[in-house]
T-cell receptor, first 114, second 114 residues
């Protein structure tokens, strides 16, 4: 399976600021996704990162709060904007090759907002 | 949209016993059902999956069964070991415009006592 890395691995931020999380894959992949995992909770899909076009957001998530870029088939970024303590979560990117639906996750970014 | 319910939320077994986790889904169009294992502080890892054209799949000590009529699927772990202790998540995915999107269950904390 593809090797997925994320930067940063963790960060502590002040409310009102923004953080951009990077996701890098070692091979071209068909689809990339961003998930949020709140403390002790399950994973919730934020959006599908579409290469060369605007991301597709799930209900409850908006572009102004979570702008996403995907300039090519190996890289994507998620920005958490105007952060509040409620944004404290683990943010994970995932990829699928499209052939078999198998989806693999990056190591995650643990975000704490004070 | 899809809704996935997972039970039990916690499961405690003795080493060597079997463990069973059950999930139900709501969207009859769902056709892909992966299971993830997440150890503390780690990323979710795909351990087994099943597609809607198959009723059962086994991989060593783990197996998954699918009942499309009842819209439920289960994870079976036999001869449990302490290293099986983790949080397990089921998920469901459909094709079409929702291709690749995973809806997760709430998770099951499995504890295997030596």
């Amino acid at each position: 399976s593809a090797v997925i890395s994320q930067k940063p691995s963790r960060d502590i931020c002040q409310r009102g600021t923004s953080l951009t999380i990077q996701c890098q894959v070692d091979s071209q992949v068909t689809m990339m996704f961003w998930y949020r995992q709140q403390p002790g909770q399950s994973l919730t899909l934020i959006a599908t990162a579409n290469q060369g076009s605007e991301a597709t957001y799930e209900s409850g998530f908006v572009i102004d709060k979570f702008p996403i870029s995907r300039p090519n088939l190996t890289f994507s970024t998620l920005t958490v904007s105007n952060m509040s303590p409620e944004d404290s979560s683990i943010y994970l990117c995932s990829v699928t090759d499209g052939s078999y639906n198998e989806q693999f996750f990056g190591p995650g970014t643990r975000l704490t907002v004070l | 949209g899809e809704n996935v319910e997972q039970h039990p939320s916690t499961l405690s077994v003795q080493e060597g016993d079997s463990a069973v986790i059950k999930c139900t889904y709501s969207d009859s169009a769902s056709n892909y059902f992966p299971w993830y294992k997440q150890e503390l502080g780690k990323r979710p890892q795909l351990i087994i999956d099943i597609r809607s054209n198959v009723g059962e799949k086994k991989d060593q000590r783990i197996a998954v069964t699918l009942n499309k009529t009842a819209k439920h699927f289960s994870l079976h772990i036999t001869e449990t070991q302490p290293e099986d202790s983790a949080v397990y998540f089921c998920a469901a995915s459909t094709g079409g415009t929702s291709y690749g999107k995973l809806t997760f269950g709430q998770g099951t904390i499995l504890t295997v006592h030596p």
